[in-house]
């Protein structure tokens, strides 16, 4: 593993690289909102993506990086993640065929700059699908314009018993339910499998 710091608009992000041997593709992921690039499920799609020929980056936000576990402005999210994969694709990964993804809030980031990075799929872990009502007497808007504007083939993995709710299959979008909530604690589970054939036929059929 290598740790690189990068410059980003909002300040230094961090890439936590895993290489390959003649690696098929590349997958960089970002954390959820308060979390980190440690969470079970971002450790087991790392590892599923390394055991199908596919390096892989976890990404530290700049307000990670710096200690805060208040999230940046989605406007921030996306311009310092946009600078890290650009960066990462011109020093790192090359000409591979790129996947993004993430957990949560990264899973949103990864979705709304998916164009912008070039990706050839998204990986969402635990989309926070209709965020919860609090005190406000009507329900917070949707965040499923984020995931229908995605132009590329989308797999979302999502607890069964997540409190954001479930994502409908679309078009181009595969939603596999695990047991669990939003957290994902038992990490991939069941989607494992499905997880490993996704990755492997993307990279194949943008090789």
Not at 75 to 102: I, N, S, Y
Not at 139 to 166: C, K, Y
Request: net charge positive.
């Amino acid at each position: 593993m290598t740790a690189l710091v990068l410059d980003t608009p909002h300040g230094p992000a961090r890439a936590h690289l895993h290489d390959v041997r003649s690696p098929h593709g590349a997958l960089v992921l970002g954390h959820g909102a308060g979390g980190s690039v440690n969470a079970k499920d971002l450790v087991e799609t790392r590892d599923v993506a390394l055991s199908a020929g596919i390096a892989v980056a976890l990404v530290e936000q700049p307000y990670r990086v710096a200690g805060r576990r208040a999230s940046a402005p989605a406007v921030q999210l996306d311009a310092a993640w946009t600078r890290v994969v650009d960066t990462l694709r011109a020093v790192w990964f090359h000409e591979l065929p790129l996947v993004v993804g993430g957990r949560s809030s990264g899973a949103r980031v990864a979705c709304r700059t998916s164009g912008a990075t070039g990706a050839v799929g998204v990986l969402c872990l635990a989309f926070p699908l209709q965020p919860p009502r609090g005190k406000r007497p009507e329900p917070p808007p949707s965040r499923l314009p984020e995931l229908d504007a995605v132009e590329v083939e989308t797999l979302v993995v999502q607890g069964e018993r997540d409190r954001f709710g479930m994502p409908a299959a679309a078009t181009r979008r595969t939603v596999c339910a695990v047991p669990g909530d939003h957290g994902l604690r038992q990490g991939l589970a069941t989607a494992a499998p499905l997880v490993t054939e996704w990755l492997r036929r993307l990279v194949q059929e943008n090789a």
